[in-house]
């Protein structure tokens, strides 16, 4: 029989569906067009670098099998069908006459029971059911339970009539160890070398991306299988550095699924017309829980319809809340289970599934999950850590993913385990063929997100891996910035050749006293000089500098051989302060705090502009949206929630959360204005009911319309404020910053295309940064470290962009502020903005400017007391940073004035 011919036959008895005849054409092609051609059977003989250049003239994509066995990954999305590929991938080999021997790897034991099962004749999804030789010879299966007892040694290389299936999981061959690798009476030699030594071996690899780690690769590698067939919907490794798999020979995403219907549609779900920050966060969980079931009980009713109307079987489909813990999960078992929420329906129908603490699924949970495909008594799971493979089921239509956000929710993790039809196609009514998502806090981003051409939810297109292309072969690095401080005084960091070479010390005893010192200056001598950088040249301070680092040193120093020089630490130490001084721009720390208590409140007063005060209830419809085509349909709910007391309530629980409200002194002042607003919604709503739905859907914004007439009648009393210097000065910290690869850093002045993407790079080349690499925000800012890093800018000393917490500038209710430049000239120190023309007026934006211009006049009443150079702020329009800019008329235009130092409630004192 010909190879076509055998082919053809596959995918017609098996029903392949496309990806997967592609997927058994592609080890056609290769197996015909490689080494191993004509090799009828296989027998290891070809060479591996032979057969992976046989392999990357027909597939480029394939650069290298990252292991010591020709092996073929083919990626698959969730729900088409890698079990069938499987038995697909064996029929071929066996038929053609390359292979009668296979061995399939699971990763736990849960697939593996499954793997079995699929394996066996006159069972439900049995992978070889059509196949004409199978169905009167099946193979012969081997399981890592049954291995010893010699099944398939003797018999079927008797009979030489049919295939040899061995099925194990890694941890059978790791714990069986010792029982498999011992001798073996039926065939002389141990089970494990049996294997190895058959010399047609085809191993096939479910779940591949968990075979990547150490002990899973062993266990491979030793099998020594003539040929690797890898399947998995994720190729990349496990871990904190996920690296793509570079033997990819195939890639069926999970929106070409969607798009060719072998996978439900994914659906996002929201009220109609929901504002998620109108409510508490307990009140949103309840809402989205309550919600869920609605869509849980209408996908259930739907499903019996279509069962009823065509005669197949009934699914029983459930929901499955995703809760963050196991403390909150048992809250939420609690109150799905309770009298309150729907009346009890549902006590005694929800179960909770528990992972292992590591974040993989324990084997009893993945145990209990896909026992649901056949529990009718179990309508909600409540699952806590994130979802992993192994437990794909057929009826689950709803998820409710708690505190997450659009990235979690859009994940193969999330949507893949719900994705599976029921009824192996889709049927053409929309709820039996939909999956749903509960997402009221994240619907819009969700939304957006889906839109992005590189979601999992779009139709991918094709990606290159390897040098040049689109995916880096090298993962992802991080890359040290230590400022040129460090690295000129300690040899430590990176930096270029030059500044490598701009070493201050030649000896490592040397450089190894400069870090001591460099150490204590940062632990005890930053708050210790409150007059700033400059005490660092007293010698009585560089004494005692150097007093702290011979005591350091002491130990080291005694144990250095005869003859060798003892470090000089005085010197050492004079060198470390000139270039301290040198290298560093003095930023003091100085925290502001009031002279007395603030006592506050509001005068009293009636709200006005109620008229203008018309907001709706909200519809009583759920509004579900598919995430591939944004069709939308809704759903009629019932109105669930836990009541309050009274009206008032619900504002007032928004106005405690003001910071300038104190209920216990202003409680009766807040029910008199809540009243007056549940006043105005009584007179023009019909009834209680929809009083209560405005102030549930509205009522953060019912309270901020109060608290904003609140504003206008605050008080407080009045008093000074006092600013502390914590510190006279601060050594700069190391950054990091990922990259591909040290090599990736771009000249800063080089222009990137598309600006937009500006942010994604880390820029490298400066002659006057503090630091050897810096990332910029945008491409102004990249263009203003051009300007002033110019030869032209012949003021400019040194400049850097801080790092998060150089500076302890807050400009509203703790938000910390982090400027984009700071600039030290040979006359003044500047903090400089660089914003869109078009957010210049933002308020934000404008209450970072006056933060950071009362911060200037702090630093500036310090400078005046130290002898220090004198701050200066500006915030600087995009459209103004062009090349023949400068940074005295930038700042002569947008430099921003502090208050005078006489301003009589301002105080400076050092902190003791």
């Given at each position: 029989?010909?190879?076509?011919?055998?082919?053809?036959?596959i995918?017609?008895?098996?029903?392949?569906?496309?990806?997967?005849?592609?997927?058994?054409?592609i080890?056609?092609?290769?197996?015909?067009?490689?080494?191993?051609?004509?090799?009828?059977?296989?027998?290891?003989?070809?060479?591996?670098?032979?057969?992976?250049?046989?392999?990357?003239?027909?597939?480029?994509?394939?650069?290298?099998?990252?292991?010591?066995?020709?092996?073929?990954?083919?990626?698959?999305?969730?729900?088409?069908?890698?079990?069938?590929?499987?038995?697909?991938?064996?029929?071929?080999?066996?038929?053609?006459?390359?292979?009668?021997?296979?061995?399939?790897?699971?990763?736990?034991?849960?697939?593996?029971?499954?793997?079995?099962?699929?394996?066996?004749?006159?069972?439900?999804?049995?992978?070889?059911?059509?196949?004409?030789?199978?169905?009167?010879?099946?193979?012969?299966?081997?399981?890592?339970?049954?291995?010893?007892?010699?099944?398939?040694?003797?018999?079927?290389?008797?009979?030489?009539?049919t295939?040899?299936?061995?099925?194990?999981?890694?941890?059978?061959?790791?714990?069986?160890q010792?029982?498999?690798?011992?001798?073996?009476?039926?065939?002389?030699e141990?089970?494990?070398?049996?294997?190895?030594?058959?010399?047609?071996?085809?191993?096939l690899?479910?779940?591949?991306?968990?075979?990547?780690?150490?002990?899973?690769?062993?266990?491979?590698?030793?099998?020594?299988?003539?040929?690797?067939?890898?399947?998995?919907?994720?190729?990349?490794?496990?871990?904190?550095?996920?690296?793509?798999?570079?033997?990819?020979?195939?890639?069926?995403?999970?929106?070409?699924?969607?798009?060719?219907?072998?996978?439900?549609?994914?659906?996002?779900?929201?009220?109609?017309?929901?504002?998620?920050?109108?409510?508490?966060?307990?009140?949103?969980?309840?809402?989205?829980?309550?919600?869920?079931?609605?869509?849980?009980?209408?996908?259930?009713?739907?499903?019996?319809?279509?069962?009823?109307?065509?005669?197949?079987?009934?699914?029983?489909p459930?929901?499955?809340?995703?809760?963050?813990?196991?403390?909150?999960?048992?809250?939420?078992?609690?109150?799905?289970?309770?009298?309150?929420?729907?009346?009890?329906?549902?006590?005694?129908?929800?179960?909770?599934?528990?992972?292992?603490?590591?974040?993989?699924?324990?084997?009893?949970?993945?145990?209990?999950l896909?026992a649901?495909?056949?529990?009718?008594?179990?309508d909600?799971?409540?699952?806590?850590?994130?979802?992993?493979?192994?437990?794909?089921?057929?009826?689950?239509?709803?998820?409710?993913?708690?505190?997450?956000?659009?990235?979690?929710?859009?994940?193969?993790?999330?949507?893949?385990?719900?994705?599976?039809?029921?009824?192996?196609?889709?049927?053409g009514?929309?709820?039996?063929?939909?999956?749903?998502?509960?997402?009221?806090?994240?619907?819009?981003?969700?939304?957006?997100?889906?839109?992005?051409?590189?979601?999992?939810?779009?139709?991918?297109?094709?990606?290159?891996?390897?040098?040049?292309g689109?995916?880096?072969?090298q993962?992802?690095?991080v890359?040290?910035?230590?400022?040129l401080?460090?690295?000129?005084?300690?040899?430590?960091?990176?930096?270029?050749?030059?500044?490598?070479?701009?070493?201050?010390?030649s000896?490592?005893?040397?450089?190894?006293?400069?870090?001591?010192?460099?150490?204590?200056?940062?632990?005890?001598?930053?708050?210790?000089?409150?007059?700033?950088?400059?005490?660092?040249?007293?010698?009585?301070?560089?004494?005692?500098?150097?007093?702290?680092?011979?005591?350091?040193?002491?130990?080291?120093?005694a144990?250095?051989e005869?003859?060798?020089?003892?470090?000089?630490?005085?010197?050492?130490?004079?060198?470390?302060?000139?270039?301290?001084?040198?290298?560093?721009?003095?930023?003091?720390?100085?925290?502001?705090?009031?002279?007395?208590?603030?006592?506050?409140?509001?005068h009293?007063?009636?709200?006005?502009?109620?008229?203008?005060?018309?907001r709706?209830?909200?519809?009583?419809?759920?509004?579900?949206?598919?995430?591939?085509?944004?069709?939308r349909?809704?759903?009629a709910?019932?109105?669930?929630?836990?009541?309050?007391?009274?009206?008032?309530?619900?504002?007032?629980?928004?106005?405690?959360?003001?910071?300038?409200?104190?209920y216990?002194?202003?409680?009766?002042?807040?029910?008199?204005?809540?009243?007056?607003?549940?006043?105005?919604?009584?007179?023009?709503?019909?009834?209680?009911?929809?009083?209560?739905?405005v102030?549930?859907?509205?009522?953060?914004?019912?309270?901020?319309?109060?608290?904003?007439q609140?504003?206008?009648?605050?008080?407080?009393?009045?008093?000074?404020?006092?600013a502390?210097?914590?510190?006279?000065?601060q050594?700069?910290?190391?950054?990091?910053f990922?990259?591909?690869?040290?090599?990736?850093?771009?000249?800063?002045?080089?222009?990137?295309?598309?600006?937009?993407?500006?942010?994604?790079?880390?820029?490298?080349?400066?002659?006057r940064?503090?630091?050897?690499?810096?990332?910029?925000?945008?491409?102004?800012?990249?263009?203003?470290?051009?300007?002033?890093?110019?030869?032209?800018?012949?003021?400019?000393?040194?400049?850097?962009?801080?790092?998060?917490?150089?500076?302890?500038?807050e400009?509203?209710?703790?938000?910390p502020y982090?400027?984009?430049?700071?600039?030290?000239?040979?006359?003044?120190k500047?903090?400089?903005?660089?914003?869109?023309?078009?957010?210049?007026?933002?308020?934000?934006?404008?209450?970072?400017?006056?933060?950071?211009?009362?911060w200037?006049?702090?630093?500036?009443?310090?400078?005046a007391?130290t002898?220090?150079?004198?701050?200066?702020?500006?915030?600087?329009?995009?459209?103004?940073?062009?090349?023949?800019?400068?940074?005295?008329?930038?700042?002569?235009?947008?430099?921003?004035?502090?208050?005078?130092?006489?301003?009589?409630?301002?105080?400076?004192?050092?902190?003791?």
């Amino acid at each position: 029989m010909t190879s076509e011919r055998i082919l053809r036959q596959i995918k017609a008895r098996l029903s392949l569906r496309t990806p997967q005849a592609d997927s058994l054409d592609i080890l056609a092609d290769i197996v015909e067009h490689s080494p191993l051609e004509g090799l009828v059977p296989f027998r290891k003989a070809a060479s591996v670098t032979d057969m992976l250049d046989a392999v990357h003239a027909r597939y480029a994509g394939v650069s290298d099998f990252e292991r010591d066995f020709p092996s073929l990954c083919f990626t698959l999305a969730t729900g088409v069908g890698k079990t069938r590929l499987m038995g697909a991938f064996i029929s071929y080999l066996y038929l053609s006459g390359r292979a009668k021997n296979f061995f399939v790897l699971a990763p736990n034991t849960t697939i593996y029971d499954k793997l079995i099962a699929d394996f066996k004749p006159n069972t439900e999804k049995y992978v070889f059911k059509g196949v004409a030789e199978f169905a009167q010879m099946p193979p012969i299966l081997i399981t890592g339970d049954t291995w010893d007892q010699g099944r398939g040694l003797r018999g079927g290389d008797l009979l030489g009539e049919t295939a040899i299936i061995n099925i194990f999981n890694v941890d059978k061959i790791n714990k069986d160890q010792g029982r498999i690798k011992k001798l073996h009476e039926y065939i002389g030699e141990s089970y494990f070398d049996y294997l190895a030594g058959l010399p047609d071996l085809v191993l096939l690899m479910d779940e591949a991306h968990r075979y990547r780690a150490k002990a899973g690769m062993r266990a491979v590698a030793e099998l020594k299988p003539v040929l690797g067939l890898e399947l998995t919907a994720t190729p990349r490794s496990t871990g904190g550095r996920s690296e793509r798999f570079k033997n990819v020979v195939y890639d069926y995403s999970l929106g070409e699924a969607m798009r060719d219907g072998f996978v439900k549609e994914p659906a996002v779900a929201t009220r109609k017309d929901f504002r998620p920050d109108s409510v508490t966060p307990d009140q949103l969980e309840r809402i989205k829980l309550e919600d869920g079931i609605h869509c849980h009980e209408n996908t259930k009713a739907e499903l019996d319809i279509y069962a009823r109307s065509t005669g197949r079987p009934t699914v029983h489909p459930f929901m499955l809340v995703v809760a963050q813990d196991t403390t909150h999960a048992e809250n939420l078992r609690q109150l799905i289970e309770s009298e309150g929420f729907f009346d009890g329906r549902y006590k005694a129908r929800v179960i909770r599934v528990d992972s292992a603490t590591r974040g993989e699924e324990s084997e009893e949970a993945t145990a209990r999950l896909l026992a649901l495909e056949s529990d009718t008594d179990t309508d909600v799971v409540i699952h806590v850590n994130k979802l992993k493979e192994g437990w794909d089921v057929r009826n689950l239509y709803t998820i409710v993913p708690l505190r997450a956000s659009a990235s979690d929710i859009l994940t193969e993790q999330t949507l893949g385990r719900g994705l599976r039809l029921p009824y192996g196609v889709r049927t053409g009514v929309e709820a039996v063929d939909t999956l749903t998502i509960i997402a009221h806090d994240r619907f819009d981003d969700v939304i957006r997100a889906a839109r992005d051409p590189n979601s999992i939810v779009a139709i991918r297109k094709t990606v290159i891996v390897g040098e040049g292309g689109d995916v880096s072969p090298q993962g992802a690095t991080v890359l040290d910035s230590r400022t040129l401080l460090e690295t000129s005084l300690t040899g430590q960091g990176g930096g270029s050749a030059e500044q490598q070479a701009n070493l201050v010390f030649s000896s490592d005893g040397e450089r190894q006293a400069a870090d001591f010192a460099l150490r204590l200056i940062s632990d005890r001598y930053e708050r210790e000089l409150k007059k700033g950088i400059s005490q660092l040249s007293e010698p009585e301070v560089q004494a005692r500098i150097t007093r702290d680092v011979e005591q350091a040193l002491a130990p080291i120093q005694a144990k250095l051989e005869l003859g060798e020089p003892k470090v000089n630490v005085a010197q050492v130490v004079a060198a470390v302060a000139a270039k301290v001084t040198e290298l560093t721009i003095a930023i003091p720390e100085i925290v502001v705090i009031p002279t007395r208590e603030v006592t506050f409140g509001f005068h009293d007063f009636d709200l006005t502009g109620l008229d203008a005060i018309a907001r709706q209830p909200i519809s009583d419809e759920i509004m579900v949206q598919r995430l591939r085509d944004e069709a939308r349909t809704y759903l009629a709910r019932r109105a669930e929630g836990a009541r309050e007391e009274q009206p008032e309530n619900y504002l007032v629980r928004h106005l405690m959360d003001m910071p300038e409200v104190d209920y216990d002194s202003q409680s009766e002042f807040l029910f008199k204005l809540s009243g007056q607003m549940v006043a105005r919604l009584r007179a023009y709503l019909p009834g209680d009911g929809e009083v209560e739905n405005v102030l549930l859907v509205h009522g953060k914004d019912l309270a901020r319309f109060i608290f904003e007439q609140m504003k206008q009648h605050y008080w407080e009393t009045p008093t000074d404020y006092r600013a502390t210097v914590a510190r006279g000065f601060q050594l700069l910290r190391p950054q990091a910053f990922n990259v591909p690869n040290s090599q990736a850093v771009r000249n800063f002045r080089q222009l990137v295309v598309p600006a937009g993407d500006t942010r994604k790079h880390v820029f490298g080349g400066f002659q006057r940064c503090c630091y050897p690499y810096q990332r910029f925000q945008s491409n102004e800012e990249r263009e203003f470290a051009v300007l002033i890093d110019s030869a032209n800018e012949t003021t400019v000393l040194r400049w850097m962009k801080p790092g998060s917490r150089q500076f302890r500038i807050e400009y509203a209710n703790g938000q910390p502020y982090e400027p984009d430049f700071v600039v030290e000239t040979s006359t003044q120190k500047l903090i400089v903005e660089v914003k869109a023309a078009n957010e210049m007026t933002d308020p934000i934006v404008q209450a970072k400017a006056r933060a950071a211009t009362k911060w200037v006049l702090y630093a500036n009443a310090h400078a005046a007391e130290t002898g220090d150079k004198l701050w200066a702020y500006a915030l600087v329009p995009h459209d103004a940073v062009l090349p023949s800019a400068t940074l005295a008329g930038l700042m002569a235009r947008y430099g921003l004035m502090a208050p005078a130092l006489a301003e009589p409630s301002v105080r400076l004192a050092t902190a003791e």
